[in-house]
């Protein structure tokens, strides 16, 4: 299997953990403050994959564990906005459609920030996902309620935060302003998964320090909190983002990033199965707009991957 495909392939498991961890952390944060809950989580998952990754992340440069740190601040902000979002908003499903606006946001952010070039279809496939996603999500017209406003701003920052995380997890070679060629050495999945991961922990510790009441939750914990908790950091958040960021890592390119909008169809599937969320006949035209992105923009894969099987069917 080549890596490209390798890479789609992990990408698609993504979602799914994705999808599962949205449910986690739905009832986690019902039971508890979403900033805190986020801490645990992703210092939990943090601190996990950090004993895991020990060797190699004393191995890492200045540099790299610089970069790796940029990339969990980022990742940090993005997940206040989501999981504040998550804790106002009535519908997990629209949240995970505006959510996934992030992913066709990602070749922007790119081309425009990064210079990086895109593919012909990348660009094709954007408006289809953006159609997509507002069948799925906006039936009823967009409405600047304080969840939707969080999903959204924690969407655009995603974008930023998936390309970060791609270049991260790429050797690049650069020029700095003297004209200088500098060798950005990549940073392994695992070390850099377990420092974003860490940052991503502290900077909601923080957040929760100063906005939140510690005393409820730790008084009187529920018992199934804890497993909420620690189900949410070790499969959604550990496990995920080590597949994701170990799947960017196969592929230089951002385009793979329209592959997750599969995620908040995965997550309305789940959300009807678990909290009895209903799916109306103009969302399900949405889930066929988001499924022809996805064709759109692996076509060239596509199209290849056939046309090696049919001549192998003519020689066989």
Known sequence: MFDAHK??????????????????????????????FMALRFLIAGGFLAVIAWRPLSRLSADQLKRGVGVGLVFGIAMSFWVMGLFHSASMGEGAFLTSLGVVIVPIVARLIFKEAQPASTWLAIPVAIA??????LQNGFKPEPGQLFFVVAATIFALYFTLNTRAANQRTVTNRKGETLEKHRIPALPLTAIALLTVGLVTMAESLVMEPWQPTFSNP????????????????????????????????????????LEPVWVSLFAAGWFGETMAPMQLAGCGLIFTALIVNRWSALSK???AWLRKRQTG
């Open 305 to 307: 991957a056939l046309r």
């Open 222 to 261: 529920p018992p199934l909190l804890i497993w909420w908790i620690l189900a949410s950091a070790i499969v959604g958040t550990a496990g995920r983002f080590l597949v994701q960021t170990y799947a960017q890592s196969l592929s230089t390119h951002s385009h793979g990033a329209v592959i997750l909008v």
């Open 132 to 137: 997509g996603l507002a069948l799925l999500s």
């Open 7 to 36: 890479s789609d392939f992990l990408l698609v498991a993504v979602t799914l953990l994705a999808a599962i961890s949205w449910i986690f952390s739905k009832e986690a944060i019902l039971l508890m403050p979403p900033l805190l």
